[in-house]
Structure formats: C-alpha cells, structure tokens
C-alpha cells in the first residue's frame, strides 16, 4: 500500500498526558498537511510542511501542539498536556506540487 | 473571511435513486473547487476537482457542477447504491493553494 499512513489508528489517554501521533506520507510528496477533524464537521486546517520546513501554521496550533517533519519525510504531531477538547480525528495529508491533497484514514483521539 | 457551506446537512434516499447535494463558497482568490467522500471513520478521498473554466465533470456516477459566478457548485450521484453512504464534502483551496478550506459535509445515507 503506497498511501499516507498513519499510526496509531485510535488513541485513548487520560487527560494531562502527552501523546504524538506519527504520519508518513507518499514517498515522493513533498508537501504534508495536518488537519483536525471533530465529529460532525469538516476537516480543520491545522499546519503545512513544505520538504522539512514549516510553512504555515493555524491558530488553532495551540503552545501545546507541535508538528515536525525533520528530514522531510514522516512527520509526527504532538500534544502535550492533553485537555477534553482535544478530542478529535487527526488527518495527515500529503502532495506533490499544485497536486491534490491525499489523505490518510487518520488517528482518532479520545481524551478521558 | 473563507468560508464553504453545504446543503442539505444529512440525506436518506432509497437504493437506485438518484440524489444532489449543494455547495456555496465564499473564497477569494477561487481556482478550484473539490468534492471529496468520506466513509466513516476512514479520511476524505477525491472524487473531482473542478477549475474555474470548468462547468460540469463526471466522474463514474458522480457528476460535479460549478457556477463560478454565483459560486455554487453541486454533486449529482446517479443510480445510488448502498457502498455512497457516507459524508460529502466541498472543498476550495485557499491562502496560495496550501490550505483547503472544508465545508461541514452531507452526509448521505443509501438504503434498500
């Protein structure tokens, strides 16, 4: 399977734990994005590398939150202090240049 | 402010019929418009972009039109089958291309 993979699939984590998530894109996608999805909505923009660098983040990327993508390859999402809030579908995405977005079937987390 | 919003919120048609669901934007600069399907609990797949230019594209059953002067687009499932049940979602790039801008989706259910 050559898609964008993501691990884990689900999470479950008491409150006020860490937890990272990890994404590894197509192999020759340069480009990977992150995206938080709560039920019944649509996926949320939340940040976007270009290669290893970060390019854009949304304001919705908390202090608690940091995303990296170190030799541009995989990248890993951590969130630190966890809250209830933080509940939600994590997607990962990756692109080539001016390319559609492909996306993965994302790691659900649940916040006790 | 970017914003993408879809009608109806939640559909029920039986086996064989055929639906249409709606999509207005409001995006500046517009290139291109997406519909993406969304099985549940896996992450959105592209079933058509649609450029500025482009009026109508199908896809298999599924048929996309675009309305860039009221900015409206619609997707058209003919001949439905139990396997589209899922969420549609309308989606238009924004800030440069790099971020995608998700409507709240429609969520289609098929029954027999």
């Known amino acids: 399977d050559t898609g964008v993979s993501q691990n884990p699939r689900h999470k479950i984590t008491k409150r006020g734990q860490n937890v990272t998530f990890r994404c590894d894109p197509i192999?020759?996608?340069?480009?990977l994005y992150w995206y938080r999805q709560t039920l019944g909505q649509g996926p949320e923009f939340l940040t976007y590398?270009?290669?290893?660098?970060?390019?854009?983040k949304s304001r919705l990327l908390s202090d608690r939150f940091s995303a990296e993508r170190p030799k541009g390859s995989f990248s890993t999402l951590e969130i630190q202090r966890t809250e209830q809030g933080d509940s939600a579908m994590y997607l990962c995405a990756s692109s080539g240049s001016n390319q559609p977005q492909h996306f993965g079937d994302g790691t659900r987390l649940s916040i006790l | 402010k970017n914003q993408v919003e879809q009608s109806p919120q939640s559909l029920i048609i039986l086996e064989g019929k055929n639906c249409t669901l709606q999509c207005n934007y409001t995006v500046s600069p517009f290139s291109n418009l997406r519909w993406y399907k969304q099985d549940t609990g896996r992450g959105p797949v592209s079933l058509t972009i649609m450029t500025f230019s482009e009026n109508t594209k199908s896809n298999g059953r599924y048929t996309a039109t675009l309305d860039a002067d009221t900015k409206q687009s619609s997707l058209h499932i003919t001949a439905s089958q139990l396997s589209d049940s899922a969420s549609y979602i309308c989606v238009v790039p924004t800030g440069g291309g790099n971020k995608l801008t998700f409507g709240t989706g429609t969520q289609l259910k098929v029954e027999l």
């Open positions: 590398f270009q290669n290893e660098a970060q390019l854009e």
């Open positions: 192999s020759e996608h340069n480009r």
